[in-house]
């Protein structure tokens, strides 16, 4: 049985696309005959504290659906502080080349990235020990960093650069889960084998059912992070509510911003409720009529794999982030689109929205088309005959 391990920063019991796309791999690895182990650092996302069963832990080892997950230590931190965020990157790094110095490693390892700082560890690393390293790039760092504004061409960019052309230059194939990513990458390094793999979901969606007490307004939802990247709360500001209602789950650093907007707006109809298991969350989520996926800022190389999973569950999608998620859903009639960062125009597509026309029928059509498109075990399939060529 040939090994494969994984390296990620995020994995279940952590909530999010990132954990939720590797816990997929990896369970659709090991269906497919591989022996699979997992590393990735003790649960603290999106909190930024260790989860209370895994507190004073140093490492915590466990095997689930035969999957070896071995959970190492870090300083968990979500700052707003860059030395605070950089040093939490550096200690994850550091118990990695620690279990590395005393484990035997697989000869083939799939390495997640972002975080640069922590594929830079095991390109770093591993490569001199003849590893075959296959590099999962799920966004462009640092260029992503700088369009969301958190870098600043300076020094420090120049070093990430540096690092990310050294990532690609030591993989051995390069996965990018958009054409945009992977286009990017042969800009730096031409002569490198890439392979579109797409953030596809893996799981039975609930029944579609007609919601008879549906209000008159369309209920529109998100659920995700309430981060900076997303605008939630300038989302809620800029929106008209005369026939629209607006809801959220999810945890994120503007959850208090959005609460508080919230209170002080007690008429208009908005409503956060909280954050729920992403099972139950299936569920909530048919009860809508549409959900909406925004983006402060159009990110290149960003495909959210909210597209996906949303439109497994058959639920009609209006996107708000540009580029090539935009593409997906016009391809693939999946719903509605607004340029990014345009709040009128988001308005006025939201007022072209007939209720009548967000029916069984159209979710139906919607799952249908998700089915055929976005199969994960296809890709997978795909994917894992590309590797036999490597391992």
């Keep these: 049985m040939k090994e494969i391990l994984i390296v990620t920063s995020y994995f279940p019991p952590e909530t999010g696309a990132a954990s939720n796309r590797m816990c997929h791999l990896a369970e659709g690895l090991q269906k497919e005959g591989y022996k699979v182990s997992v590393i990735t650092p003790l649960p603290n996302y999106p909190t930024g504290k260790i989860f209370p069963k ?41 118990s990695l080349v620690w279990f590395f110095v005393w484990n035997k490693i697989p ?96 799981f039975n969606p609930p029944k579609i059912e007609n919601n008879t007490n549906s209000p008159k307004k369309i209920t529109m939802v998100y659920a995700g992070l309430l981060g900076m990247a997303q605008g939630i709360y300038k989302l809620c500001e800029a929106l008209d509510y005369s026939k629209l209602e607006f809801h959220m789950y999810g945890a994120g650093a503007e959850q208090s911003k959005i609460e508080k907007f919230i209170a002080k707006h007690p008429n208009l109809p908005i409503f956060y409720h909280g954050e729920i298991s992403r099972k139950e969350l299936h569920k909530e989520l048919l009860k809508y009529d549409i959900t909406i996926i925004p983006l402060l800022n159009r990110i290149y190389g960003s495909v959210p794999s909210k597209i996906f999973e949303y439109a497994r569950l058959g639920l009609p999608i209006l996107y708000f982030g540009g580029g090539e998620g935009e593409n997906i859903i016009k391809k693939h009639l999946l719903g509605w689109t607004a340029k990014a960062g345009d709040y009128t125009a988001l308005n006025y597509q939201i007022s072209k929205i007939k209720k009548e026309d967000l029916d069984v029928a159209l979710k139906e059509k919607i799952r249908r088309t998700a089915l055929q498109a976005f199969d994960f075990n296809m890709q997978l399939k795909k994917l894992t005959n590309r590797l036999f060529l490597h391992l």
């Design 107 to 202: 000869k083939t390892v799939i390495v997640q990235s972002p975080p640069l700082l922590v594929a830079f560890t095991n390109m770093l690393f591993l490569k001199s020990k003849h590893r075959k390293l296959i590099l999962n790039v799920s966004d462009l760092w640092p260029i992503a960093g700088l369009e969301l504004g958190a870098f600043k061409k300076n020094f420090s960019y120049r070093m990430l650069e540096k690092i990310e052309r050294y990532n690609y230059k030591k993989a051995t194939i390069i996965l990018g889960q958009s054409e945009e990513i992977l286009e990017h990458i042969k800009t730096l390094s031409p002569h490198k084998e890439t392979y579109l793999y797409r953030n596809y979901p893996n």
């Design 54 to 94: 895994y507190k004073g832990k140093f490492k915590a080892t466990t095997v689930e659906n035969q999957i070896t997950i071995h959970r190492l230590w870090l300083y968990a931190s979500n700052s707003k502080n860059k030395f605070l965020r950089l040093f939490a990157m550096f200690s994850y790094s550091f």
